[in-house]
């Protein structure tokens, strides 16, 4: 079973940036598609980018668009997302997980990590 062990967050100002890694052990990540997720307070998960098997397409949520990359190295069986010009509204923790595809956000695994916190205030 895939294990995720997501770092790379903190405490940032309004307009700062941030590299969050997502390290997995249990498995190739080679073999799927990688989505990022993030959840607010007192908000549901959701989901923030997706990067395909060995990384040729991507897609994002609309509201970082522009702002977030996301990449992978399968080498190292890891996943990035690099975040610029960050906003408060991005605040949340930030988790990874295995996805079916990058046309829907259905996860393959049941379980998830301990997530890393991004916190964007002044």
């Known amino acids: 079973q895939l294990r995720f062990v997501e770092s790379g967050g903190g405490l940032v100002q309004p307009g700062g940036s941030l590299r969050l890694s997502c390290a997995a052990s249990?498995?190739?990540?080679?073999?799927?598609?990688m989505g990022w997720f993030r959840q607010a307070p007192g908000k549901a998960r959701e989901g923030v980018s997706c990067i395909t098997e060995s990384g040729e397409s991507t897609k994002y949520r609309d509201s970082v668009k522009g702002r977030f990359t996301v990449s992978r190295d399968n080498a190292k069986n890891t996943v990035y997302l690099q975040m610029i010009s960050l906003k408060p509204e991005d605040t949340a923790v930030y988790y990874c997980?295995?996805?079916?595809?990058?046309?829907?956000?259905?996860?393959?695994?049941?379980?998830w990590g301990q997530g890393t916190q991004v916190t964007v205030s002044s």
């Open positions: 249990g498995d190739d990540l080679r073999h799927y598609a």
């Open positions: 997980q295995v996805l079916l595809n990058c046309f829907a956000w259905t996860t393959l695994n049941p379980s």
